[in-house]
Nanobody, 124 residues
Framework: QVQLVESGGGLVQAGGSLRLSCTAS????????MGWFRQAPGKERDFVAV????????VFADSVKGRFTISRDNAKNTVYLQMNSLIPEDTAIYYC?????????????????WGQGTQVTVSS
């Protein structure tokens, strides 16, 4: 069992930045890909970014490429999502997720553990 807790969400004006953190606890000894998903009201939960267990590979959704970065610190069991140049379309609940995979997977169905989400609101 792995527990994931997100933090760092909040309200920011367009053009601003936020850094989300996700800390894992429990049985974290396995190799996990760590990803971020987001869900806006009335929409599906969509992939945002993922980093593999070693941190050597990352994948981003087209909508956030060039604006977001993802990193992880395995010693702290923490993954980060740095969000820059935020736009109102980024407004959503952001979820951290972990997948038992050696590769950076993007499909929601492949993730085994989920956090409860943190709200990000970007105003115009």
């Amino acid at each position: 069992q792995v527990q994931l807790v997100e933090s760092g969400g909040g309200l920011v004006q367009a053009g601003g930045s936020l850094r989300l953190s996700c800390t894992a606890s429990g049985r974290t000894g396995s190799a996990y890909a760590m990803g971020w998903f987001r869900q806006a009201p009335g929409k599906e939960r969509d992939f945002v970014a993922v980093i593999n267990w070693s941190g050597g590979s990352t994948v981003f959704a087209d909508s956030v490429k060039g604006r977001f970065t993802i990193s992880r610190d395995n010693a702290k069991n923490t993954v980060y999502l740095q969000m820059n140049s935020l736009i109102p379309e980024d407004t959503a609940i952001y979820y951290c997720a972990a997948a038992l995979s050696l590769v950076a997977v993007t499909s929601r169905s492949l993730y085994d553990y989920w956090g409860q989400g943190t709200q990000v609101t970007v105003s115009s």
